[in-house]
C-alpha cells in the first residue's frame, strides 16, 4: 500500500544541524512531486519546502531559506530535509506529502526539538 515513513528527528542545540528523511513505497515516486510540512504545538500546520519530479525544482518557506536543503533521491524513493543553522521556532513535528488526485498522502511525521 502507499506509505512515507519519515525518520531522523530528535534533540538538537540552536545552531545545529539535522537531517530528516522520507521513505516512500506503494506509488511511482519520481513520478509526484514531495514536500515536507512542519506542525508546532499549538500551531498550524504550515509548509516547509517542496521539490518537483522530473527536473528536481524546489521551493523553500521564507523562514527556512537559505537555511533548509530539500533533496530527492528516485532510485532510492526517499526524500530528505537537511536542517542547517537550527532556531528554537523550528521545534515542530515534520511531515512529508505528496498529492495523489484530489487528495494528499502524509506520513506519521518525526519530531525535531531545537532546545539546550
Known amino acids: 500500500q502507499v506509505q512515507l515513513v519519515e525518520s531522523g528527528g530528535g534533540l538538537v542545540q540552536p545552531g545545529g544541524s539535522l537531517r530528516l528523511s522520507c521513505a516512500a513505497s506503494?506509488?511511482?515516486?519520481?513520478?509526484?512531486?514531495m514536500s515536507w510540512y512542519r506542525q508546532a504545538p499549538g500551531k498550524e500546520r504550515e509548509w516547509v519546502a517542496s521539490?518537483?519530479?522530473?527536473?528536481?525544482?524546489?521551493r523553500y518557506a521564507e523562514s527556512v531559506k537559505g537555511r533548509f536543503t530539500i533533496s530527492r533521491d528516485n532510485a532510492k524513493n526517499t526524500v530528505d530535509l537537511q536542517m542547517n543553522s537550527l532556531k528554537a521556532e523550528d521545534t515542530a513535528v515534520y511531515y512529508c506529502n505528496f498529492p495523489r488526485g484530489t487528495d494528499v498522502v502524509w506520513g506519521q511525521g518525526t519530531q525535531v526539538t531545537v532546545s539546550s
Open positions: 521539490i518537483s519530479s522530473g527536473f528536481g525544482i524546489t
Open positions: 506503494g506509488f511511482t515516486f519520481n513520478s509526484y512531486p
